[in-house]
């Protein structure tokens, strides 16, 4: 299963779940017409029974891709470790992941020199992604969607072990709440919305509002930075 489909097929694929299509058997159509490469039109003059066949054989293609991953593709090395910048830009390529999947698995795989002291030093991420992706977009499926799923599991895991900075309970009065005029309600509804968090302000609020120390900051790892944040909440420092 998948062991052939390379991550540019992969993407073609993943790409269909974002179309609405007339009915399903049009998406069969065109899931069948990507992993064959022929065209739909000699799908559609294809004798019923022969396609009903194709579906059975082709079955996996609705199956996720093998969940481990190569530490090594090509010269570029596996990165479970992050800085700021790279998880905000990750957060960000997940919005539309079908679109950006080579992109991501860029940020994933990165070139390094050697290793120090037993931890592995890699590039920065200075090049132009729009460029690296096409370093993937032959490289097979079961080889690197591993590295993408543990990265979804790293995210998810440290969204919850810091869900306090992410979504920040706050308390009201529903008396005081009965007593706030619609302008009160509207600005107080404001404030519950910029407690979201939000990339741009954390870095705004961290540099000081000193541009000049954006790369500073953004370099420095994820971890590091959030276990800062929560100790300033926790002593209100």
Avoid at 53 to 80: A, R
Wanted: hydrophobic share 40%; charged share 30%; proline share 3%.
């Amino acid at each position: 299963m998948w062991n052939n489909v390379t991550v540019e097929t992969f993407m073609e694929l993943r790409g269909l779940e974002t179309i609405s299509f007339d009915s399903p058997f049009d998406l069969e159509l065109e899931r069948l017409s990507i992993l064959m490469d022929i065209d739909i039109e000699e799908l559609q003059e294809m004798d019923l029974s022969d396609f009903n066949k194709l579906l059975k054989q082709y079955y996996w293609v609705k199956l996720p891709p093998n969940k481990t991953h190569k530490p090594q593709i090509k010269s570029l090395y596996f990165k479970d470790w992050f800085t700021l910048g790279e998880f905000i830009d990750l957060n960000y390529l997940f919005e539309d992941e079908a679109k950006n999947f080579d992109k991501i698995l860029s940020i994933l795989y990165r070139y390094s020199n050697h290793v120090k002291w037993g931890n592995r030093v890699f590039e920065p991420l200075k090049f132009d992604l729009d460029e690296r992706k096409n370093m993937f977009s032959n490289v097979l499926i079961n080889d690197c969607f591993g590295a993408v799923v543990k990265f979804v599991e790293f995210r998810d895991n440290f969204l919850k072990v810091y869900e306090n900075l992410f979504n920040p309970v706050i308390e009201s009065d529903e008396s005081e709440e009965l007593e706030l005029d619609p302008e009160d309600i509207k600005a107080e509804e404001e404030e519950k919305k910029l407690s979201k968090f939000s990339w741009e302000r954390l870095i705004y609020d961290l540099s000081g509002g000193d541009l000049t120390k954006v790369d500073q900051l953004t370099d420095l790892p994820i971890i590091l930075v959030f276990n800062m944040l929560s100790m300033k909440q926790t002593y209100g420092i």
